[in-house]
């Protein structure tokens, strides 16, 4: 591998778009190297990034609590999560590191749990039988960033990093076939700015806002990721996305975003319905034999801790079988009864009281007394740009971390391991994977005296004018909702050629409604949260389609894509390694045509293929 | 899950931009359910405002389950509103009944100018903690985690400190609008830890500089700022702090 010598880094400058886990520890990281880095976030301070919400945990393979754990156990079981569709290199490399990121976030002083002695301490997550979880009370995912932004802090003040917040990239410059800056508007003053960089590095989250309602911030969107697959870069596997199934079940129209219940309280809530369908009475009034512990009963070694997707198309087969809770019926059970006999109401509060806060803050119920109410919900994509083993896309130049890309964790990710891979891109990754390309090029070559730069300001600038112009009568909100509810019904957890390809006339259909009939009120040239808003569903509307027409093409089942055609005879999903072992990254064409599909074989070299059970 | 609605009549805080002069402006909000966060209800009320041709309240808001931080907004003089231990977007209207009126403002202080509407700027936060907010660790040169065991308490008192979101109630709570709690919470946090603990007098000394420098006002011992915090962040960081800074101010000359 070509090293930057430290004395030409500071040559370089560098574009990171995003200050999450990944963008802000490789932001604050290539700072530290020498790098001049510029980096970008749409909320006010880079330390509100969606990062912020992670609840339960993150991964490594510590093996602290001596049951068995190992980096090849770690390595096996995201392997296995994922359903066999990542490539094995990324992930053996993010279990190795996974032990070094833990390190660096306790000497940033973040505050895992630890027990009575001082010495740190695990809990379990879906889809392990070890102990591998570290966590921070219910806010893991903030201390992690804190962290991180705490670095970024340092680097700001030593001058290698300069921060641009409350800036939404709106497109990707590409001169000669390089990634070589960006196009972003200020969300303040409205002006449309040019950025250069050596390279770019978008880190800029995931796009399950693509269902409406869903567990990211109101802002999430793939505006950043669909403008760069439009300058060229693949998308790859855009149709696996996770439904997260211990959420907050809809209470109206009205909801404008589902709240998480952390994944780490199937530890010790069991999930259940009642046996007889259309059971109406409340939870503490149906008598034990007459409830139905679903996962318990059909998963007995894994029990409630399956993972994600094989509890989420339970929750639903339950709810379509008529036996769901709650006064819509699209909800099930997850029950602290035991666990508070057990431990005691202490230990639980111990574990979990900011969870059960919030979810009183929510729904007015103490769940200390009643079982909680949860239902599934979009949580997280596991499809991004695609990116070779150096996070690098097929736009030279261009590097993708943390969510937005879809590198390790195939067709489902495990607990825990999201902050585990922003964190192992940021800290560990991209400083080294990096240097080659930029040791490749001449430093300051691009600057935004190039017409390249002019054209993509034109063009950004020409598109907030059309929607501005369109002067209908449906607000961006409107169009989101119908969008969503096209994704959640045709494209949401069980997808069939039908629904597909209903769904492949819906969105069209909408979208072309969108162009004539959008109400977009405001100036441009100052605050605008409407115009942010429009701008995210446009490029919504263009990407539910890519996301309909792989979910089409892929005929299997696999982790939380699943094709109903595709099913063992015990509704698992069933996978077909003969032909859809590969990843389907794809190729933007030019609006209104079909995209292009190149496939990555997928190789399994240290693993063997298997049917996933967690029986 | 309740079926009936109710009807409010908002006050709300209306202000083109940084420079422009603001008022408070009245608006109805029509059909609201219980169910319904503080925040669903002004979306409810900017569609109904879109449609009746008026331009909608601006807000800052992303996450909407009281984590980032960013929501913030005065609700009946009180910063967050009513409740205690939550932010805006987890307020429901459930805590209003039919027929109220609520005045909404932004963030009131100087170290925090407004930028439209309801939206401020806490750029002052940020350079706060640049000024010291973080331990000194470059990557890659970290001991292993379970090298310097930490008390259970003493984790537990820095993690109270931690659960800081960056919000700023506290500074809207103040009559003097000081951003001492915020600039404590951090202090304590590192500085209770072994790994801060090398750097707690520069830190310490750093930070109290930079908030001065931002035009915060002076901590003079009201409490509203615990009480405004949603995360239960405690005045005795404060004094916490103040103690840092004792230890901190002899060594001055020598660091
Ligand atoms: C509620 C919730 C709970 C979770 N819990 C866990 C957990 O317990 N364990 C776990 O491992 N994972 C968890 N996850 C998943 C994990 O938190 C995320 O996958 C991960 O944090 C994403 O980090 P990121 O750096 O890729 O993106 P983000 O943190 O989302 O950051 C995206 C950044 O990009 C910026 N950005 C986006 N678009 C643009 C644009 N167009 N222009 C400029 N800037 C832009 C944003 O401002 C932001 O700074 C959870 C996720 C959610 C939603
Ligand atoms: S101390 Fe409390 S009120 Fe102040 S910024 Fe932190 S969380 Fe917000
Ligand atoms: S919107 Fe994130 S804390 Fe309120």
Redesign the interface.
């Known amino acids: 591998m070509k090293l930057v010598n430290p004395a030409n880094k500071r040559k370089y400058k560098i574009l990171m778009v995003g200050t999450g886990l990944g963008g802000g520890?490789g932001a604050?990281?290539l700072g530290?190297l020498g790098y001049n880095v510029e980096c970008f976030c749409y909320?006010?301070?880079?330390?509100?990034a969606?990062s912020?919400?992670a609840q339960g945990g993150i991964n490594a393979a510590?093996a602290?609590p001596n049951d068995g754990d190992s980096i090849r156990r770690l390595f096996y079981d995201t392997i296995k999560g994922g359903d066999f569709r990542a490539r094995e290199a990324d992930v053996w490399r993010l279990s190795q590191v996974s032990n070094?990121i833990?390190?660096?976030?306790?000497?940033?002083?973040v505050?895992?749990?630890?027990?009575?002695?001082?010495?740190?301490v695990n809990r379990s997550f879906g889809g392990a039988q070890v102990s591998r979880t570290f966590y921070?009370?219910g806010?893991t995912?903030?201390?992690l960033l804190?962290g991180a932004?705490?670095?970024l802090?340092?680097q700001?003040?030593a001058g290698k990093v300069k921060?641009h917040?409350r800036r939404e990239m709106l497109d990707l410059v590409v001169v000669d076939g390089h990634a070589k800056g960006i196009t972003c508007r200020n969300l303040?003053t409205g002006e449309i700015e040019s950025h250069w960089g050596d390279a770019v590095v978008l880190a800029t989250g995931g796009y399950v806002n693509v269902f409406y309602l869903s567990t990211n911030?109101?802002?999430s969107s793939v505006t950043a990721n669909w403008k760069a697959a439009k300058k060229g870069a693949f998308f790859a596997n855009p149709c696996y996305t996770q439904i997260h199934p211990t959420c907050i079940p809809v209470?109206?129209d009205?909801?404008?975003?589902l709240?998480?219940m952390s994944e780490s309280l199937r530890n010790d809530g069991r999930v259940w319905v009642p046996k007889k369908a259309g059971d109406k009475r409340p939870a503490n009034e149906i008598p034990e034999d007459e409830r139905d512990y679903y996962l318990e009963t059909k998963y007995p070694s894994f029990g409630n801790l399956v993972p994600r997707d094989v509890a989420s198309r339970n929750a639903k087969l339950q709810a379509d079988a008529g036996k769901g809770v709650g006064?819509s019926g699209y909800a099930v059970n997850l029950d602290f009864r035991d666990a508070i006999k057990r431990d005691g109401e202490k230990a639980i509060r111990e574990r979990y009281g900011n969870l059960f806060?919030?979810y009183e803050?929510?729904v007015?119920e103490d769940a200390y007394k009643v079982p909680m109410r949860i239902y599934p919900a979009p949580h997280y994509c596991m499809g991004g740009l695609w990116v070779d083993y150096e996070l690098q896309s097929n736009v030279p130049g261009l590097f993708v971390l943390g969510e937005a890309n879809f590198s390790v964790h195939g067709a489902n990710r495990l607990g825990a391991s999201a902050l585990m891979q922003g964190l192992s891109d940021g800290?560990?990754v991209i400083?080294y994977t990096i240097g080659p390309y930029l040791a490749s090029t001449t430093p300051g070559a691009v600057t935004t005296d190039h017409d390249a730069f002019k054209e993509s300001k034109a063009q950004v600038e020409a598109n907030i004018e059309k929607l501005r112009n369109i002067k209908g009568n449906k607000?961006p909100?409107?169009f989101h909702r119908e969008l969503g509810k096209i994704m959640w019904d045709n494209v949401g957890m069980a997808r069939s050629e039908e629904s597909l390809k209903k769904a492949l006339t819906e969105i069209p259909k909408l979208r072309e409604e969108f162009w004539q009939n959008l109400?977009c009120?405001?100036n441009d040239k100052?605050?605008n949260?409407?115009l942010e808003n429009a701008g995210r569903v446009a490029d919504f509307l263009e990407f539910a389609e890519v996301l309909a027409f792989d979910a089409l093409n892929r005929k299997e089942s696999c982790g939380g894509h699943f094709r109903v055609e595709s099913q063992t005879e015990e509704g698992e999903a069933l996978r077909d390694d003969e032909n859809y072992a590969y990843v389907a990254a794809w190729e933007y064409k030019g609006e209104g045509k079909a995209p292009e599909l190149h496939k990555e074989p997928l190789k399994f070299e240290n693993i063997h293929l298997a049917q996933r059970s967690y029986k | 899950?309740s079926e009936k609605t109710m009807n409010l009549t908002l006050y709300v805080w209306r202000q083109?931009?940084a420079k422009a002069p603001g008022k408070m402006e009245r608006y109805e909000a029509k059909g609201i359910?219980p169910?319904?966060?503080f925040?669903?209800m002004l979306?409810?009320t900017n569609?109904q405002l879109?449609k009746q041709g008026i331009?909608?309240i601006?807000f800052?808001?992303?996450?909407?389950?009281?984590?980032?931080?960013?929501c913030s907004q005065v609700i009946n003089g009180v910063p967050h509103g009513p409740?205690e231990?939550?932010t805006v977007c987890?307020l429901?209207m459930?805590r209003f009944n039919d027929g109220d009126t609520i005045f909404i403002e932004p963030w009131r202080s100087k170290a925090f100018p407004i930028?439209?509407d309801l939206?401020v700027?806490?750029?002052a936060?940020?350079r706060i903690?640049?000024?010291y907010?973080?331990?000194?660790?470059?990557?890659?040169?970290?001991?292993?985690?379970?090298d310097?065991?930490?008390?259970?308490w003493q984790?537990d008192r820095?993690?109270d400190a931690?659960?800081c979101?960056?919000c700023g109630a506290c500074v809207a709570a103040c009559p003097n609008a000081s951003g001492m709690l915020f600039t404590a919470a951090k202090v304590a946090?590192?500085n209770m830890?072994p790994?801060?603990k090398p750097e707690g007098a520069r830190r310490v000394k750093a930070m109290i500089a930079a908030h001065d420098l931002e035009g915060f006002g002076n901590c003079t011992n009201h409490y509203e700022c615990e009480a405004a915090c949603p995360k239960g962040v405690k005045t005795a960081f404060i004094s916490y702090l103040n103690k840092e800074l004792i230890k901190a101010l002899p060594k001055g000359a020598q660091d």
């Open positions: 520890a604050a990281t530290e909320q006010d301070s880079a330390r509100r969606h912020i919400a510590k602290y070094n833990i390190d660096q976030c306790v000497a940033q002083g505050p895992f749990a630890r027990d009575y002695a001082g010495y740190l921070a009370r806010q995912g903030q201390q804190i932004y705490q670095s802090s340092r700001v003040k921060i917040n303040i911030a109101m802002g209470t109206g009205h909801q404008s975003k709240t998480l006064a806060q919030m803050k929510i007015d800290y560990f400083p607000t909100f409107e109400k009120v405001g100052e605050v949260q409407q | 899950m083109a931009n359910s169910d319904m966060s925040l669903e979306d409810v569609e879109i331009e909608p601006v800052d808001h992303d996450c909407r389950e009281g984590i980032c931080g960013m409740e231990l939550v987890q429901h459930r930028e439209k939206m700027d806490r750029g936060f940020d903690m640049q000024a907010g973080y331990t000194s660790i470059t990557c890659g040169g970290a001991p292993d985690a379970n310097h065991p930490i008390p259970k984790l820095a993690m931690a659960e979101i960056g946090h590192l830890l790994q801060g």
